[in-house]
């Protein structure tokens, strides 16, 4: 075992610490007679090993290298493997196998020494926005592909040489077309221009058949459009092109990487694979942002627009209908058959223009010898000569569905004699109609072991076509009457001790109505339509309502100029009953009921401090009242006119007004003074309203006074009569008197100022 280098100076270390001699041997890994003679010599073991410059063994090829060696100079190409091969042949079973490693190892050695000179690469200095590089590289060895299918596919690779800035299009053939598009596209991403453009000699860009003078002619236009300066590599000499050639090596690594880590290849669209190729461009460029920048400071502004990359050919349309543009043909409309058309071709559609309008636009096809035949070109006259459909030679063409292809073939074996006349018909309609209907309609016919002839299948088409009738939806008009049910539930839960209280003995609710209502007597009679139901009318007039006249009321008067809040309306207005008016009911009016429209709540009562006003009951007592509210409407409650329906007969009398009381306290007690009435004044059945009550004491509302509202001796006096105050919401309201005959008139139904059950009912509009 020979003594390396490093065992030395490791022994150097030792016997610097002072490690006796045989142990700093040890250590060393060396025999202490070696380690004597290194300490000796002073030298390292690479340093005092001579050069091996004999043969251990006598050289094999010594009688037949000077031919070898001729060979090689002819050819510098020559693999050492041919050459022993040869050697082999020549002199049969001298040279065995094991000697060609011998053999490749003379043959390097002669490269080395006498062999011809290496080309030489010089390493550049780039300048910061000056030189920029562009090539194709195809990227079918990463196996990419869309929704399951291959996708065959080149990049179009663009590179800054000076910090590596680079991106990419996807595009399927080196062409003009489109290396003046992934150009374009890249310099407007980058958003300048360098000063020059460097490129291979392109010449898989030039189409057979074309010019190389045509070609640099459209490339010279470009690079004039943006102010490049174009440099070409030499033919065969990729390496000269150095910086994209590097780069179209490391981008698919690290596209080839990415996929690993995505765990799959395929892509749902070309789009969504574009995506994912600029966010892999974008992540090679995080780290050369510093350097971008320096660039971005050197390139030119973008020209005003882009430069037109279409190719231009002029031809004629033939007799098929038919276009040959590049070695591919195309269909075109039979009515240009004879015309001359300018065909433009961009990287992936052609457009055909006639009379400066464009005609078509299609895919274009890519290599040569490929065709594209639209049935509707040519459908017209195929129906008209149906027999030409057999052998035409774009016969393929025309299915343009799976679905199609096996309609015919099932035609073909059921109809053989009608089978392309029946198809062709399909056809006609597909161009006519709707392709997808008469594919629909095929599968269907197809489905049921049907032969899809023209008639089954546009008889079919015309049922799947039919459209169901739409339902015709009626809303009818809305019943306003659900919210007072609502509103009735909320009652019955808060105010049941209110709704028990108007009750009569047989569970039927009593009270004031509209005195002139002459319907629904109890008992007999029906209620008539718009009437108001379960309220007891007052009468008024005439006709006392039991007892002798009423005593003299001295503290009515009249307010003048009481207000209507916003939102508030007059209506309803008609008489009033004097109160304390008492009598024995006249005839036709005791024991009635006006009846309302149905689902009316059917409460009469007083409304509590806090609450809305749904339904206003007021006796001849003050108590306590509800909030000051919008008064939605008002129903009389003496002998007045409801509905427009003829009532008792009312005598005229004295009108008196008042102040409809507020939240904090007033009386509840109002009633309008006639129908339609413009609400000049209020009537305040308890007593008179002094001019300087407070405001908050008024209703919001106003209402009008009704006939016959004092007695005959009411001397309009201002006082206000002793009893009990009318800010007192301690003091319950007294209950309306009941029939005839079922509670006695005495001091319990007479009221302290002197009304006899007068009420208002105020019905809430929804």
């Keep these: 075992m020979l003594t390396t280098d490093q065992q030395v100076r490791r022994l150097r270390q030792l016997d610097a610490r002072g490690t006796p001699t045989a142990v700093a041997a040890v250590r060393s890994g060396m025999d202490a007679k070696t380690a004597r003679k290194y300490r000796r010599l002073g030298r390292l073991p690479s340093e005092v090993r001579m050069p091996h410059s004999w043969r251990t063994h006598p050289d094999p090829f010594a009688d037949v290298w000077t031919g070898v060696a001729e060979r090689l100079a002819l050819n510098p190409g020559l693999e050492a493997l041919t050459l022993f091969q040869q050697l082999q042949r020549e002199h049969p079973g001298r040279f065995p196998d094991g000697q060609l490693r011998t053999f490749q190892r003379r043959v390097k050695v002669w490269r080395a020494t006498g062999g011809p000179v290496k080309e030489v690469f010089f390493a550049q200095v780039h300048t910061p926005g000056r030189l920029c590089a562009s090539d194709f590289t195809h990227m079918a060895d990463l196996r990419v592909t869309i929704a399951g299918q291959p996708f065959d596919h080149l990049i179009y690779h663009f590179v800054l040489t000076y910090s590596n800035w680079e991106t990419g299009t996807v595009c399927f053939a080196e062409s003009f077309e489109t290396l003046a598009d992934g150009l374009q596209d890249a310099l407007a991403e980058l958003g300048g221009v360098p000063a020059v453009h460097r490129t291979d000699r392109l010449t898989a860009a030039i189409p057979p058949g074309t010019t190389g003078a045509e070609f640099t002619q459209r490339y010279q236009a470009l690079l004039k459009h943006y102010g490049l300066e174009g440099q070409a590599t030499q033919a065969g000499h990729g390496n000269e092109n150095g910086d994209i050639e590097q780069r179209h090596r490391r981008f698919k690594q690290a596209l080839d990487q990415q996929l690993m880590l995505r765990n799959s290849r395929d892509f749902a669209s070309r789009e969504a694979y574009q995506a994912y190729l600029q966010d892999l461009f974008g992540q090679l460029n995080a780290n050369r942002g510093v350097k971008k920048t320096l660039e971005m400071e050197h390139l030119r502004a973008l020209p005003a627009g882009r430069f037109e990359s279409a190719g231009r050919v002029e031809v004629k349309v033939d007799a098929g209908s038919t276009i040959h543009v590049r070695g591919n043909t195309y269909s075109v409309s039979s009515r240009l058959i004879g015309e001359r058309v300018e065909v433009r071709l961009y990287a992936e559609h052609v457009e055909v223009w006639y009379a400066q ?410």
């Design 357 to 766: 309008r464009m005609v078509e636009r299609m895919p274009r096809l890519r290599g040569r010898g490929q065709h594209r035949i639209a049935y509707r070109h040519v459908i017209d006259w195929l129906v008209r000569k149906p027999g030409a459909f057999a052998a035409y030679r774009y016969r393929d063409d025309l299915f343009p569905t799976t679905t199609f292809r096996i309609a015919y073939d099932v035609l073909r074996s059921r109809t053989p004699q009608r089978a392309g006349r029946e198809y062709l018909r399909l056809l006609s309609h597909a161009a006519s109609d709707s392709e997808v209907s008469v594919e629909a309609a095929i599968r269907v016919v197809l489905d049921g072991d049907g032969t899809p002839t023209a008639d089954a299948v546009v008889a079919r088409m015309r049922e799947l076509s039919t459209t169901p009738a739409v339902p015709v939806v009626t809303v009818g008009p809305v019943d306003l009457g659900v919210y007072d049910q609502l509103l009735s539930v909320t009652e019955d839960t808060t105010h049941v001790e209110d709704h028990e209280r108007w009750r009569d003995a047989d569970g039927e609710l009593e009270g004031a109505g509209p005195a002139d209502d002459a319907s629904d007597v109890r008992g007999g009679g029906g209620r008539g339509e718009g009437e108001r139901a379960d309220v007891r009318a007052v009468p008024a007039g005439p006709e006392r309502c039991g007892g002798g006249p009423s005593p003299r009321e001295p503290d009515r008067a009249i307010v003048e100029g009481v207000e209507a809040a916003p939102g508030e309306e007059l209506v309803g207005a008609g008489h009033e009953a004097p109160a304390g008016e008492g009598g024995a009911p006249g005839e036709g009016v005791a024991r009635r009921r006006v009846r309302g429209p149905a689902r009316e709540r059917a409460g009469v009562r007083a409304t509590g401090f806090g609450e809305d006003a749904f339904t206003l009951c007021s006796g001849s007592r003050a108590g306590a009242v509800g909030p000051e509210g919008v008064v939605h409407d008002v129903q009389p409650a003496g002998p007045g006119v409801a509905a427009g329906e003829a009532g008792a007969e009312v005598a005229e009398g004295a009108e008196a007004a008042g102040r409809l009381p507020g939240a904090d306290g007033g009386r509840p007690r109002v009633r309008a003074a006639e129908p339609g009435g413009n609400g000049g004044a209020v009537h305040t059945p308890g007593g008179a309203v002094r001019a300087g009550q407070r405001a908050v004491d008024e209703q919001p509302g106003v209402l009008g006074v009704g006939v016959d509202l004092q007695g005959s001796d009411d001397d309009g006096g201002r006082d206000r009569p002793i009893g009990t105050p009318q800010r007192d919401r301690g003091v319950e309201r007294a209950e309306l008197p009941g029939r005839a005959g079922e509670e006695p008139a005495g001091e319990d139904n007479q009221r302290a100022d002197g009304m006899t059950g007068a009420a208002v009912m105020l019905k809430r509009e929804v």
